[in-house]
């Protein structure tokens, strides 16, 4: 029996997300694959029954400035769930290291302070071959797997906020 790895089985079932409105923040840096994983992203969205009109993107220059604009897009109200796409490839230098680090913390701070899902579809590699395997079709898709989370996640806080009408445990969320 072959191993899969640790990656995760998103088949729980199929998502259906007529309804909700999605940003993707797509960062420009590395736009070679960001813009296969904004593709793997929309083309999940669309799979799940969102409309091309439901879906608004936002271009950052890199990584770094994915959080920021994640919080934006997450405080105006406009979004049931930010989808954060960006590449970031190790060099010879602790930038990678920094960029990195602070994009995936400042996109877990956009979520938990705005209390709306922001998906963390980064590929943080040490290779071209990395990245390169992360940015296929569909599951082998970073986008398209955030972009799947995100409809999981908006559906849960949809629930949540049905329950009584009002979202107690996740207070910002309208």
């Known amino acids: 029996m072959a191993s899969r790895g640790l990656k995760i089985d998103l088949k729980k079932s199929e998502p259906v997300a007529n309804g909700f409105r999605f940003a993707l923040v797509v960062s420009r840096w590395n736009d070679l694959y960001t813009s296969r994983l904004s ?3 929309k083309n ?6 969102v409309d091309e009109s439901s879906v608004e993107i936002f271009e950052v220059p890199g990584a770094f400035e994915l959080p920021l604009a994640c919080l934006k897009a997450a405080e105006s109200g406009d979004f049931d769930a930010v989808i954060a796409l960006g590449v970031v490839i190790r060099g010879d230098t602790p930038h990678f290291d920094y960029v990195a680090g602070q994009a995936a913390a400042g996109i877990m701070n956009a979520s938990l302070q705005s209390g709306v899902p922001v998906m963390f ?13 992360r940015s296929g079709k569909r599951e082998d898709n970073k986008g398209f797997e955030a972009a799947v989370s995100a409809i999981e996640m908006a559906s ?6 049905n329950r009584k009408g009002e979202d107690k445990a996740f207070p910002h969320v309208v």
Not at 44 to 49: D, F, R, S, T, V
Not at 121 to 133: L, P
Request: glycine share 10%; aromatic share 4%.
């Open 121 to 133: 579809g980064v590929i943080t590699a040490d290779t071209t071959e990395q990245v390169e395997s």
């Open 39 to 41: 593709d793997g992203a």
């Open 44 to 49: 999940a969205l669309q799979e799940a029954g």
């Open 156 to 161: 849960l806080m949809r629930s949540f906020k």
